[in-house]
């Protein structure tokens, strides 16, 4: 028999046998109901207009967070600006008093005092050295800062140079920014502020919590210089500033006999899911009970012949075992596949509505990110489901392969996004079928910032690309195992 044909009576089981049919339309159905349901609240749009959740919006497009404090003058055309970070001490709340590793104190030249307008700041930061950044998304190191630090911005029309200095002679440039479409007249100075902090409790057994909050950066400026046609006074502005009695005394500024000594607290940075806001991945959560149903499918599309003896009479119209394995893998990955991509997109498209009419934020993300997370949610569940007809010929017993296959795949995402601390929920993640998951990623990890990036937040150990390669690998090692031991087993 052509594999052609075996194509085609492997799709008439299939759509013949009703209990696999109702199995693979009520996985997508259950993610269609996690989806869509309204059981997720919020406060953004409850408000009105003082409503918190107005997102902050980056030349480039994306969210940021944009709240530091900031001693300024103008500047019109070309100029430059010095000044020594002489000291910088910090303070964690409910953590004591400690630098956070991305406290930053420097030079900045912006477009303005608007929250999310074009910047460029070199910068002393807690634990990471100098650095330039711009435009919230980018950054680039310099040389570690042990001590004070000799900084220096030159503004050359839409290109800005940042430079330091371990003694205010000798200047080693740290890199060069270009913000296209910088005005004339820009705002220009000292700046510090310091993010907000979290980490794991208990990471020994069980995952128990996340604590932090916010943190607190004071930095001493001496040696102030500039060159070029600049303002004539100094000003003194909170970006962002926090409210609330946490809030006291985490911004301010104070001129000083040679400089200024500014405090300062928030960040200048891409925004991250979790902070105000939930992820699109958010949507897709009831992707986990779907995949139950079509492993369920997947190994009893096996399973149940040769529980009935029918699988000899398969074997018997196609000798090639083999092939015959691949027509049944194929025919139900590519259900599964098109269960889910219905589903995906159903929830992808409709589901952020319904999270944003009971008041979530809702991170947005590029159309490519979205077209991925629709067709990957539908790969990982044709792979899981095409994981599990492997399982099931070489397991041969329905329950066997079924709790194995929940065992390896779901399992692992369950345990990972609820107890399990970061450590052991990374690893499950990158040797698991459930890494996979990776392929529901919405939003990007920023080296730039320190957060818990934990999978229960919608973020993976593996890149979407990485985790659809795990599962591969688990396919065809199971597949090429249910092969040789179908051929070395009588039916």
Request: hydrophobic content about 45%.
């Amino acid at each position: 028999m052509s594999f052609l044909r075996l194509l085609r009576a492997e799709w008439t089981k299939l759509r013949t046998v009703r209990g696999w049919i109702i199995g693979l339309l009520a996985g997508g159905l259950v993610i269609l109901a996690f989806g869509l349901a309204p059981g997720r609240q919020g406060s953004c749009g409850q408000h009105g207009p003082d409503s918190d959740c107005t997102p902050v919006h980056g030349p480039e497009g994306g969210e940021v967070t944009d709240s530091f404090t900031f001693v300024h003058r103008t500047l019109t055309g070309d100029g430059t600006i010095t000044a020594r970070v002489a000291d910088m001490s910090g303070k964690l709340f409910e953590g004591g008093d400690k630098l956070a590793p991305w406290a930053k104190a420097g030079l900045i030249v912006k477009d303005g005092t608007t929250q999310g307008s074009a910047y460029a700041a070199v910068m002393r930061t807690g634990e990471h050295g100098v650095r330039l950044q711009y435009d919230y998304t980018h950054d680039q190191a310099g040389a570690s800062a042990g001590g004070a630090a000799w900084l220096r911005l030159t503004r050359t029309g839409d290109v800005i140079k940042a430079e330091q200095s371990a003694d205010g002679s000798a200047w080693t440039t740290v890199g060069t920014a270009r913000l296209p479409g910088l005005p004339q007249t820009v705002t220009a100075g000292l700046f510090v502020t310091s993010p907000e902090y979290a980490n794991q409790v208990n990471q020994a057994v069980v995952l128990t919590g996340i604590q932090g909050g916010p943190s607190q950066a004071t930095a001493a400026f001496d040696h102030l210089a500039t060159a070029g046609s600049w303002s004539p006074a100094w000003e003194g502005t909170v970006l962002g500033a926090p409210t609330g009695p946490a809030a006291r005394d985490m911004a301010g500024f104070e001129q000083t006999a040679d400089g200024w000594t500014i405090t300062g607290s928030g960040d200048i940075a891409p925004s991250t899911a979790g902070g105000g806001g939930v992820s699109l991945s958010q949507t897709l959560i009831g992707t986990f009970v779907g995949l139950i149903f079509m492993v369920v499918v997947g190994a009893m599309s096996v399973t149940a012949e040769f529980r009935r003896g029918l699988i000899r009479t398969t074997f018997a119209a196609g000798p090639h075992r083999a092939r015959v394995l691949a027509a049944k893998a194929l025919v139900i990955g590519a259900a599964a596949f098109a269960a889910g991509l219905v589903a995906a997109w159903i929830v992808v498209k409709f589901g952020v509505g319904v999270l944003r009419d009971n008041g979530v934020h809702v991170a947005p993300v590029p159309a490519t990110t979205e077209a991925r997370m629709i067709v990957g949610t539908a790969a990982l569940l044709a792979g899981c489901a095409v994981l599990a007809v492997g399982l099931g010929a070489l397991l041969r017993r329905g329950v066997t392969a079924v709790t194995v296959s929940i065992v390896v795949i779901v399992l692992p995402y369950l345990l990972s996004v609820t107890v399990l601390p970061l450590r052991a929920s990374d690893w499950l993640l990158r040797v698991t079928p459930a890494a996979a998951f990776a392929l529901q990623q919405a939003e990007p990890r920023w080296a730039q910032i320190d957060t818990v990036y934990s999978p229960a937040d919608g973020y993976f150990p593996l890149s979407a690309w990485g985790g659809l390669a795990v599962l591969a690998l688990w396919i065809a090692a199971v597949l090429g195992g249910a092969a040789v031991a179908l051929r070395r087993r009588d039916a």
